[in-house]
Nanobody, 122 residues
Framework: QAQLVESGGRLVETGGSLRLSCVGSGRIFEDHTLAWFRQAAGKEREFVAAISLGGGAFDYADSVQGRFIISRDNSKKSVYLQMSSLKPEDTAIYYC???????????????WGQGTQVTVSS
């Protein structure tokens, strides 16, 4: 079965940087848009960033644009999220996801990883 596995989440200080990774299996990287979502305690899962199959098109949430960068390496079946200038409000569980089309709604995605915790201290 196709699977996504995230890694890289940890505790960081405000203003710090962190790079998250997600590795896929199966045929996900052959025909899927990849995205990052996050879910903070007590809140709904929200869209963070998405990248097209070839890596040439991007989409970012307003809250992270200018601070986060999404990228993918299809040869390594991986997608990354480089996070900079981190704020306490970035604290959440971060999930990678895959869909046949680029959507900003979590319900539209077909595959999900288990998530990795990112905590930004004050």
């Amino acid at each position: 079965q196709a699977q996504l596995v995230e890694s890289g989440g940890r505790l960081v200080e405000t203003g710090g940087s962190l790079r998250l990774s997600c590795v896929g299996s199966g045929r996900i990287f052959e025909d899927h848009t990849l995205a990052w979502f996050r879910q903070a305690a007590g809140k709904e899962r929200e869209f963070v960033a998405a990248i097209s199959l070839g890596g040439g098109a991007f989409d970012y949430a307003d809250s992270v644009q200018g601070r986060f960068i999404i990228s993918r390496d299809n040869s390594k079946k991986s997608v990354y999220l480089q996070m900079s200038s981190l704020k306490p409000e970035d604290t959440a569980i971060y999930y990678c996801a895959a869909a046949l089309h680029s959507y900003k709604t979590a319900a539209r995605y077909d595959y999900w990883g288990q998530g990795t915790q990112v905590t930004v201290s004050s």
